[in-house]
């Protein structure tokens, strides 16, 4: 059973930043796609980004490409997501997803974290 623990999230100002973090149970995580989606309120779920398995390929949706990034550290079997120039319209609830497959633009993962709140303040 693959278990994925978010930590990170909270309150920030426009332009500050943020990092998000999941941690990956078990041995897979080498061999799966990772990556964040986040849900605001009264909105469907949406991809945000996502890293392949070598970490050497990322996909991002437009609205955050150049602010946020994703990595993910093999040693502690964790991926990241770091936002920087946090805007309001970026608030939403985050959730960590992994394995499943990236295919034709979108994400479609097998496994889901817990969600983390992240507010941006105007």
């Known amino acids: 059973q693959v278990q994925l623990v978010q930590s990170g999230g909270g309150l920030v100002q426009a332009g500050g930043s943020l990092r998000l973090s999941c941690a990956v149970s078990g041995r897979t995580f080498p061999s799966v796609v990772m990556g964040w989606f986040r849900q605001a309120p009264g909105k469907e779920r949406e991809f945000v980004a996502a890293i392949n398995r070598s970490g050497g390929t990322t996909w991002y949706t437009d609205v955050v490409t150049g602010r946020f990034t994703i990595s993910r550290d093999y040693a502690k079997n964790t991926v990241y997501l770091q936002m920087n120039s946090l805007k309001a319209e970026d608030t939403a609830n985050y959730f960590c997803?992994?394995?499943?497959?990236?295919?034709?633009?979108?994400?479609?993962?097998?496994?889901w974290g817990q969600g983390t709140q992240v507010t941006v303040s105007s």
């Open positions: 997803a992994g394995g499943g497959a990236y295919n034709s633009g979108t994400y479609y993962p097998d496994y």
